[in-house]
């Protein structure tokens, strides 16, 4: 089936705006996670979320950023009043989460949204 | 808590190098640990994985055993390409305490001809 996918898969926009960002994991995957990737440097994680468990935002920069997401499916990453240092990539990744896999549960990651703020 | 530790980079290596790129760890439980990797202008995909001590995974002509008595899962082949230029991430994973994946910051590579 097809992959994680994220939309808009560029972002443009002023400081201080809202934006929306948004992942389709693959389907049946449980597990969904919100990474963002600053110009030459690691993941870093904002949010994990697992079926209908209380999600671990304990990642998330500040309370302009939130996220949702909707059973199993859709998530929406939102970041408030924008700032510079905001620019990044931000990664969706979707698992498995099921202990009869032994442990062995791989993220499949998306291609991310380049998100520009200016 | 869980966290990973990988060598810093930058890397080059001549073709045909032998490449190691050091990742040790820290666990509570008994993690599953993997190597991804992001060739430019792709995203991250899985190279190799392994799930219990003494594992290899292997893919790709790379290679990583996972050590428990070292907590390392060092990243190893024996001839790299130009088409191995890439960024390396070590990460690991616990299922049975929650499914947080940790991630290394990450080793660039570049491989000259």
């Known amino acids: 089936g097809a992959g994680v996918s994220q939309s808009p898969s560029n972002k443009v926009t002023e400081k201080g705006k809202d934006v929306e960002l948004r992942c389709d994991p693959i389907?049946?995957?449980?597990?969904l996670y919100w990474y963002r990737q600053r110009l030459g440097q690691g993941l870093e994680f904002l949010i994990y979320?697992?079926?209908?468990?209380?999600?671990?935002k304990s990642g998330l920069p500040s309370d302009r950023f939130s996220a949702e997401r909707t059973g199993e499916s859709v998530s929406t990453l939102t970041i408030q009043r924008t700032q510079q240092e905001d620019s990044a990539v931000y990664l969706c990744a979707s698992s498995l989460s099921d202990t009869s896999l032994g442990g062995y549960s791989p993220l499949h990651f998306g291609n991310g949204t380049r998100l520009t703020v200016t | 808590g869980d966290s990973v530790t990988q060598m810093e980079g930058p890397v080059t290596l001549s073709e045909e190098a032998f490449l190691t790129i050091n990742c040790t760890y820290t666990a509570t439980g008994y993690p599953s640990l993997f190597w991804y990797v992001q060739y430019p202008g792709e995203g991250l995909q899985l190279l190799l994985k392994a799930t219990k001590a003494d594992d290899k995974g292997s893919n790709k002509g790379f290679e990583a055993t996972y050590r428990k008595e070292t907590t390392s899962f060092h990243l190893e082949k024996g001839s790299v390409q130009v088409s191995d230029s890439a960024v390396y991430f070590c990460?690991?994973?616990?299922?049975?305490?929650?499914?947080?994946?940790?991630f290394g910051t990450g080793t660039s590579l570049t491989v000259i001809p």
């Open positions: 979320f697992q079926g209908n468990s209380a999600p671990d």
């Open positions: 990460a690991l994973s616990d299922l049975r305490t929650g499914n947080q994946f940790y």
């Open positions: 389907s049946g995957h449980t597990a």
